[in-house]
């Protein structure tokens, strides 16, 4: 119902105009044409519109699904768990495995008043005396020592599980001085089991050399002529061209993190990284960022990666970049994606059927990405742009070439004798019209060395 008609509303109008210039009024009357006002009617009808539903008007309404639903204690320790390294849990499990087994062992050959507590259970004390008996005892399943390296990560690994129970005794901490036997006793066993000669060869993965790598593809275990090839084409260069590491990276690769362009006559490809072993996006790496690499396929011919990438991202669509590759001719892929087993020893089984000899494992990727940059003379920097290394631990996955080996032998080798001694000083003579005068001092022989060739200069007249 209409309380105000339109005639009404019209004069309601000119009345408020009016009042909005009061200045002009000059304390006048003003008058107003006849209408009639029922004052219950209006407040009825305003009654009215205050039971609107004001939400839609509402601009600080949050919108729907806009936050997360409550979560427990529980859920927040499964987030935690998940986004730890797979192999830190392992390798926390065996620490404490070793260390639990020890233990048992130790207490059933001892009287009830020489029970060793368990972990958990330790106090400060308990557990320096208890450590140090632990790092001199253990040993691996067949009696042989640990090597220093390994007895330490036996150590961190119990550290992490103390931690992970919300036991706050750091006994690798320098500065706690509760726990200064039990480093003496560690270093003084490391120092031990070194000078034995137990742990000082590092077994590491053998890189793939421009040889090797022309005889894969000669031999058909790169390139496109299979699907098992072609996998291992895209494993090999993953590795190799953008720095992944041997399993965990390639675990959660996924088709949509590789990138291809033409520009011009130009080819690229593009792989923009997520989390990795250098880049685990927390708290200590908030300032970081994820690995961006943009990789030039050089000019086109029947190795060009570009179309390699191409052929094999079309084939498997969008999501796991690794599927199981189906036998025969022809490339054709199942929906099924790879196993974790079957891809962690991809390189294995291609060097193995090339006929190679040496460690080879799917860490030689990334270290043939290192070592191939190295020996190319690639800055530094640069090298660690590609294999995603922030420290100079990139330095382990370098290894020199032959050739440079060599010219460092050479360097240290003894000086020449005889003929090869006079060849080295007729050379000189040769060229020395080209050298400027040396001012030297008779009662001293002043000597320069000339690649392994001892040159004596005399003064005119002296010798």
């Given at each position: 119902?209409?309380?105000?008609?339109?005639?009404?509303?019209?004069?309601?109008?000119?009345?408020?105009?009016?009042?909005?210039?009061?200045?002009?009024?000059?304390?006048?009357?003003?008058?107003?044409g006849?209408?009639?006002?029922?004052?219950?009617?209006f407040?009825?009808?305003?009654?009215?519109?205050?039971?609107?539903?004001?939400?839609q008007?509402?601009?600080r309404?949050?919108?729907?699904?806009?936050?997360?639903?409550?979560?427990n204690?529980?859920?927040?320790?499964?987030?935690?768990?998940?986004?730890?390294?797979?192999?830190?849990?392992?390798?926390?499990?065996?620490?404490?495995?070793?260390?639990?087994?020890?233990?048992?062992?130790?207490?059933?050959?001892?009287g009830?008043?020489?029970?060793l507590?368990?972990?958990?259970?330790?106090s400060?004390?308990?557990?320096?005396?208890?450590?140090?008996?632990?790092?001199?005892?253990?040993?691996?399943?067949?009696?042989s020592?640990?090597?220093?390296?390994?007895?330490?990560?036996?150590?961190?690994?119990?550290?992490?599980?103390?931690?992970?129970?919300?036991?706050?005794?750091?006994?690798?901490?320098?500065?706690?001085?509760?726990?200064?036997?039990f480093r003496k006793?560690?270093?003084?066993?490391?120092?031990?089991?070194?000078?034995?000669?137990?742990?000082v060869?590092?077994?590491?993965?053998?890189?793939?050399?421009?040889?090797?790598?022309?005889?894969?593809?000669?031999?058909?275990?790169?390139?496109?002529?299979?699907?098992?090839?072609l996998?291992?084409?895209?494993?090999?260069?993953?590795?190799?061209?953008?720095g992944?590491?041997?399993?965990?990276?390639?675990?959660s690769?996924?088709?949509?993190?590789f990138?291809?362009?033409?520009?011009?006559?130009?080819?690229?490809?593009?792989f923009?990284?997520?989390?990795?072993?250098?880049?685990?996006?927390?708290?200590?790496?908030?300032?970081?960022?994820?690995?961006?690499?943009?990789?030039?396929?050089?000019?086109?011919?029947?190795?060009?990666?570009?179309?390699?990438?191409?052929?094999?991202?079309?084939?498997?669509g969008?999501?796991?970049?690794?599927?199981?590759?189906?036998?025969?001719?022809?490339?054709?892929?199942?929906?099924?994606?790879?196993g974790?087993?079957?891809?962690?020893?991809?390189?294995?089984?291609?060097?193995?059927?090339?006929?190679?000899?040496?460690?080879?494992?799917?860490h030689?990727?990334?270290?043939?990405?290192?070592?191939?940059?190295?020996?190319?003379?690639?800055?530094?920097?640069?090298?660690?742009?590609?294999?995603?290394?922030?420290s100079?631990?990139?330095?382990?996955?370098?290894?020199?070439?032959?050739?440079?080996?060599?010219?460092?032998?050479?360097?240290?080798?003894?000086?020449?004798?005889?003929?090869?001694?006079?060849?080295?000083?007729?050379?000189?003579?040769?060229?020395?019209?080209?050298?400027?005068?040396l001012?030297?001092?008779?009662?001293?022989?002043?000597?320069?060395?000339?690649?392994?060739?001892?040159?004596?200069?005399?003064?005119?007249?002296?010798?």
């Amino acid at each position: 119902m209409d309380v105000l008609g339109d005639s009404d509303d019209l004069i309601l109008s000119q009345a408020l105009e009016s009042f909005e210039n009061f200045d002009e009024l000059d304390e006048k009357d003003v008058e107003f044409g006849n209408f009639t006002f029922d004052v219950d009617e209006f407040l009825k009808e305003l009654e009215k519109q205050d039971n609107i539903k004001t939400e839609q008007y509402d601009v600080r309404t949050d919108p729907p699904e806009r936050f997360g639903k409550p979560v427990n204690s529980t859920e927040i320790k499964e987030l935690h768990k998940s986004q730890e390294s797979t192999n830190t849990r392992r390798n926390t499990s065996w620490g404490v495995k070793v260390f639990d087994d020890w233990r048992k062992s130790r207490n059933a050959n001892s009287g009830l008043e020489m029970q060793l507590p368990d972990l958990l259970s330790c106090s400060s004390q308990d557990l320096d005396h208890i450590l140090s008996c632990f790092v001199i005892e253990c040993r691996r399943a067949d009696g042989s020592p640990y090597p220093p390296k390994t007895l330490y990560q036996l150590c961190a690994a119990i550290l992490r599980f103390m931690r992970d129970n919300e036991i706050d005794l750091n006994f690798l901490d320098g500065k706690d001085m509760r726990f200064r036997n039990f480093r003496k006793t560690l270093d003084a066993r490391m120092k031990q089991l070194a000078t034995e000669g137990i742990g000082v060869t590092i077994r590491q993965a053998d890189p793939i050399s421009p040889e090797m790598e022309n005889a894969l593809w000669e031999g058909g275990h790169l390139g496109m002529k299979t699907s098992v090839a072609l996998t291992n084409t895209i494993f090999f260069y993953n590795c190799k061209l953008f720095g992944l590491r041997g399993l965990d990276e390639h675990r959660s690769l996924v088709t949509e993190q590789f990138k291809l362009d033409k520009i011009s006559d130009k080819m690229f490809i593009t792989f923009y990284g997520r989390t990795s072993k250098n880049f685990a996006g927390g708290l200590n790496q908030r300032n970081l960022t994820a690995k961006e690499v943009k990789h030039d396929c050089g000019p086109d011919g029947p190795r060009n990666l570009f179309h390699v990438y191409q052929t094999y991202t079309d084939m498997v669509g969008p999501g796991s970049m690794y599927r199981r590759p189906l036998a025969g001719e022809g490339l054709k892929y199942s929906k099924q994606v790879m196993g974790v087993n079957k891809l962690g020893k991809i390189i294995k089984d291609m060097c193995s059927g090339a006929g190679f000899h040496g460690n080879f494992s799917n860490h030689s990727g990334k270290r043939t990405c290192a070592t191939n940059l190295f020996q190319s003379g690639i800055e530094e920097q640069l090298v660690m742009s590609r294999t995603g290394h922030r420290s100079t631990a990139v330095r382990n996955y370098k290894r020199p070439s032959q050739e440079q080996l060599s010219a460092v032998s050479m360097a240290l080798n003894p000086p020449k004798l005889g003929s090869e001694e006079n060849e080295c000083a007729a050379e000189f003579e040769d060229n020395n019209s080209k050298l400027p005068k040396l001012m030297v001092d008779p009662m001293r022989t002043p000597m320069i060395n000339i690649t392994n060739c001892n040159v004596h200069i005399f003064d005119a007249g002296n010798k």
